[in-house]
């Protein structure tokens, strides 16, 4: 199994659509036995699903994500799991225990407004709501 987390300084980075690295980490009999850092060389929003699909990824973990993103996810047939925060590592493994604090509902709603120019927010991103 192939788990990919949206990554930032080595935390959970809050907004799918821009994310610029992913860590994906290698799982086999529930232990990580490989973990890298991959750039998204520039792909965002909509690509970033197939960028995953083509690295063989079969889980993500990530902060906001919008729902063209969410549906092209499920296309793909990468399970979901927003709304996570925190040390990417340390989610994998709560991931991988069966412990992982996330919100499935964790949804990007500004999309739908600015017709999917994204999210303009300060620093800090939405929280929960976008990320």
Do not use: W
Request: charged share 20%; net charge negative; hydrophobic share 35%.
């Amino acid at each position: 199994m192939r788990i990919a987390v949206t990554y930032e300084n080595g935390q959970v980075f809050q907004h799918f659509g821009h994310s610029e690295q992913f860590k994906v980490y290698d799982v086999e009999d529930g232990k990580v036995v490989k973990s890298e850092v991959v750039g998204t060389n520039g792909q965002g929003h909509g690509a970033l699903a197939g960028f995953l699909l083509q690295g063989n990824v079969d889980v993500l973990i990530c902060g906001g994500i919008g729902g063209g993103a969410r549906n092209a996810l499920v296309e793909a047939g990468i399970k979901l799991f927003p709304g996570a925060q925190g040390d990417a590592d340390a989610q994998v493994a709560a991931y991988l225990a069966g412990e992982l604090d996330y919100d499935p509902d964790t949804v990007c709603s500004h999309h739908e407004h600015q017709h999917g120019e994204g999210c303009h927010h300060e620093e800090g991103g939405c929280g929960h709501h976008c990320g």
